[in-house]
């Protein structure tokens, strides 16, 4: 079973400046990865998709990049400000319909 | 809104009651699911809906029984909950191809907050 992890679990950093977000997968055979974003007793909300054959997306400020071969994923964030403060979640599908979420990283992001 | 609605926001009941869980998606998908989130856990993946068929049931106790009556709505009927099933209730859907898999986003709704007393 593919097992997600995300480092660190907690992230505090000061208005402006430019973070990188960790999540690392076990099963390299994935179909794709998303990123997302989760507000306090709010759902999900999805960020970016990175498919197998792809190896980064871009949406604003966001950077996503994906390395199968080693299992790993990054969110580039740059320029951070107070409204990025959230829960990012990433997760994998293998087969394309079940999806393996990590555990989150929260981030804080400081006026 | 994200295109998917979940009702009720936030839900208390006894071990013995029965209740249930509503979701609608206005987004034209043809995969729905179901997910528990619960504390310093990752997202638990319950039931998968594709065409309105189940196609996925992840060792789900029988007391969470799901009913998806159409292609648009999704229900997750509970019945003599145990405490340690308080969590929040994610819906979220999808569009699928024919092989049932996915290359685009998934959408949640807010959630159904559950407290079993």
């Known amino acids: 079973k593919q097992e997600v992890t995300q480092i660190p679990a907690a992230l505090s950093v000061p208005e402006g400046e430019n973070l990188v977000l960790n999540c690392s997968f076990t099963?390299?055979?994935?179909?794709?990865l998303q990123w997302f974003r989760q507000d306090p007793g709010k759902g999900l909300t999805s960020l970016l998709l990175?498919?197998?054959?792809?190896r980064e997306q871009t949406s604003g400020r966001l950077n996503a990049s994906l390395d199968k071969s080693s299992g790993r994923s990054t969110l580039y964030i740059a320029a951070s400000q107070p409204g990025d403060s959230a829960t990012y979640l990433c997760?994998?599908?293998?087969?394309?319909?079940?999806?393996?979420f990590g555990t989150g990283t929260s981030l804080t992001v400081i006026p | 809104e994200t295109g998917v609605t979940q009702t009720p926001r936030h839900l208390v009941m006894g071990m013995t009651n029965k209740k249930s869980l509503k979701c609608e998606q206005h987004?034209?998908?043809?995969?729905m699911y179901w997910y528990k989130q619960s504390a310093k856990k990752p997202l638990e993946l319950m039931f998968v809906?594709?065409?309105?068929?189940?196609?996925e049931n992840n060792s789900v106790p029988s007391r969470f029984s799901p009913e998806c009556p159409n292609s648009s709505h999704l229900f997750l009927h509970l019945h003599t909950l145990q405490p340690e099933d308080s969590a929040l209730y994610l819906c979220?859907?999808?569009?699928?191809?024919?092989?049932?898999?996915?290359?685009?986003?998934?959408?949640f709704g807010s959630g159904t907050q559950l407290s079993v007393l």
């Open positions: 997760a994998t599908s293998n087969t394309g319909n079940q999806f393996y």
């Open positions: 099963d390299s055979a994935i179909y794709n």
């Open positions: 990175i498919q197998s054959s792809q």
């Open positions: 987004l034209g998908h043809n995969a």
């Open positions: 809906y594709n065409f309105k068929e189940q196609t």
């Open positions: 979220a859907s999808s569009q699928v191809d024919r092989g049932r898999r996915t290359n685009e986003k998934l959408f």
